[in-house]
Nanobody, 128 residues
């Protein structure tokens, strides 16, 4: 079993920055990708960004590309999400997600069902 521990989040004004971190622990075999999804009230959970734990390739939703940066942390099986130029529409609960097993194809990286493990979620609020 894999546990995900998230940190960061909070409330900021539009244009400001926040950093989210996530660490995976437990029995981890064949780690593949680790990333972030978000869910706003009344909306479905949507993909934000993910990174290959072996290799470091990164993938982003078009709405955050150029503003958000995902990276592998210094410790094994950790990821950071640096969020700059935040907008009101970025307000949501952000969930860390982890996938282990066979290397998944790129076209499936944004699918909720591609990830077996999820964090509890951390609130990000962008408001003036």
């Amino acid at each position: 079993q894999v546990q995900l521990t998230e940190s960061g989040g909070g409330w900021v004004h539009p244009g400001e920055s926040l950093r989210l971190s996530c660490a995976a622990s437990g029995q981890i075999a064949r780690p593949d990708v680790m990333g972030w999804f978000r869910q706003a009230p009344g909306k479905e959970r949507e993909f934000v960004a993910t990174v290959r734990l072996n290799g470091g390739n990164t993938y982003y939703h078009s709405s955050v590309k150029g503003r958000f940066t995902i990276s592998r942390g210094n410790a094994k099986n950790t990821v950071d999400l640096q969020m700059n130029s935040l907008k009101a529409e970025d307000t949501a609960v952000y969930y860390c997600a982890f996938r282990a097993g066979n290397r998944i194809i790129v076209s499936a990286l944004g699918d909720v069902d591609s990830y077996q493990y999820w964090g509890q979620g951390t609130q990000v609020t962008v408001s003036s």
